[in-house]
């Protein structure tokens, strides 16, 4: 039965791992979430039991996580769905964010889901099968946001080693898939979620735009869901032969058609030099 499948949610204590992991519950399946402060799930969802297990995890400790995949196991029995949801938005252009931020960020977004996909692999590749959802962001398909450089980086790598992760898995009948959301209305461009960099540069006039406009003006007016984006990712994990990339949201694809016009563009616009390097 599907509802005997047990997922794996990081960042669960708030936002789409919150409302993923609440609807799981609802339905009767089986969870193992994580957060930085395993006091915040069990306030939200309660203590230890046969169907939910709460763990305080470091996502950017390989060590750690892997205690918690194999707690996991230990707590279950086995592991069947991976969501690699934690992360966090960093703001600031290139110029303005130091090495410090910079890496932060990549060690959260991109090595923490890392840290995941090593440690649950050897389950699914033995028990051949699973599923392996990477939360991008359509910020990781299309990175022309002034401000959001650092961050639409760390999604871009998100959907790169997701691409790669789908072809090495594939044999043992596990899937990946990289999932791009659009704007939900959840805490992830509050005050108190998205970070905005240390030492700004004045001159810097549409990055401070752009970061306003979201703060202040995107946040809290978001056009979808967060409940429905749990109830399709429980629906794609339905299926048997589930997509490499996913698009979850809508405004998504418009995003997706504008990034397809301007590579075409500029790919036609510049053909000739193009083919200039053939021998």
Known sequence: METNKVWFVTGASKGLGFELVKKLLSKGFRVAATSRSVDSLISSFGEA???????????????????????????????????????????????????????????????????VIRNAMPYLREQRSGNIFNISSIGGYAGNFPGWGIYCSTKFAVAGFTEALAEEIRPFGVHATVVYPGYFRTDFLTQESAKTPAHSIEAYESARNSEQAHLNEINGNQPNDPVKAAETLIALSKEAHPPVHFLLGIETQEFLNNKIESITKDAEAWENLTVSTAI
């Open 49 to 115: 039991s046969e169907n939910f297990l709460p763990l305080g995890m470091d996502i950017t400790d390989n060590s750690d996580v892997k205690s918690s995949v194999t707690k996991t196991v230990e707590h279950f029995g086995n592991v069947d769905v991976i969501v690699n949801n934690a992360g966090y938005g960093q703001l600031g252009t290139l110029e303005e964010l130091t090495d410090e931020e910079a890496k932060a960020n990549f060690d959260v977004n991109v090595f923490g889901s890392l840290n």
